[in-house]
T-cell receptor
Framework: GQQLNQSPQSMFIQEGEDVSMNCTSS?????WLWYKQDPGEGPVLLIA?????ELTSNGRLTAQFGITRKDSFLNISASIPSDVGIYFC?????????FGAGTTVTVRA | EAEVAQSPRYKITEKSQAVAFWCDPI?????LYWYRQILGQGPELLVQ????????DSQLPKDRFSAERLKGVDSTLKIQPAELGDSAMYLC?????????FGQGTRLTVV
């Protein structure tokens, strides 16, 4: 299958700090998606990116579709306790949607 | 707001028993996915449908797993017989284009 390498694997951050995570792959994707998953729940779509170079914001979240189409990053600004969770990147090409292993974010109050 | 419905939320079954999961996608979504997620890992595709046709089941363990979407709407994923290693979260998702929307999942525990 297509491998998406997500980093970091986990992070502890102070409330109010900015967070950055990224996803890289050897495959080219037509769409990059970012999801957040809370314990025991299904992933929830945060941001969708459709074009190389695209920068998209959703509240405190900002994501970019890499120019090579092989990478994407997600930034969270001014983190708050409810940002705790696991963030997944997903890449879509042809008909396949593949996921990274996730970045676990823990916020210190 | 339209949602993907999955049932049951939780299932405990003994190994060698049969188990089935149900998914009702968002109305109008032609693509339906079944993913398996082991704790600490990302979702891994088991099977993908386009309407009632299987598009990809290359990672489905076909000796024990089966999936159907007979009328191109709701879908059932079955495991028979269940093994201890099948304990995981089973996620259903649907999409109209490329964005997939997930249900709450079924947490399966095989004992």
């Amino acid at each position: 299958g297509q491998q998406l390498n997500q980093s970091p694997q986990s992070m502890f951050i102070q409330e109010g700090e900015d967070v950055s995570m990224n996803c890289t792959s050897s495959s080219i994707f037509n769409t990059w998606l970012w999801y957040k998953q809370d314990p025991g729940e299904g992933p929830v779509l945060l941001i969708a990116l459709y074009k190389a170079g695209e920068l998209t914001s959703n509240g405190r979240l900002t994501a970019q579709f890499g120019i090579t189409r092989k990478d994407s990053f997600l930034n969270i600004s001014a983190s708050i306790p409810s940002d705790v969770g696991i963030y997944f990147c997903a890449g879509h090409n042809d008909y396949k949607l593949s996921f990274g292993a996730g970045t676990t974010v823990t916020v210190r109050a | 707001e339209a949602e993907v419905a999955q049932s049951p939320r939780y299932k405990i079954t003994e190994k060698s028993q049969a188990v089935a999961f149900w998914c009702d996608p968002i109305s109008g979504h032609a693509t339906l996915y079944w993913y398996r997620q082991i704790l600490g890992q990302g979702p891994e595709l088991l099977v993908q449908f386009q309407d009632e046709s299987v598009v990809d089941d290359s990672q489905l363990p076909k000796d024990r797993f089966s999936a159907e979407r007979l009328k191109g709407v709701d879908s059932t994923l079955k495991i028979q017989p269940a093994e201890l290693g099948d304990s995981a979260m089973y996620l259903c998702a649907s999409s109209l284009r490329t964005e997939a929307f997930f249900g709450q999942g079924t947490r399966l525990t095989v004992v």
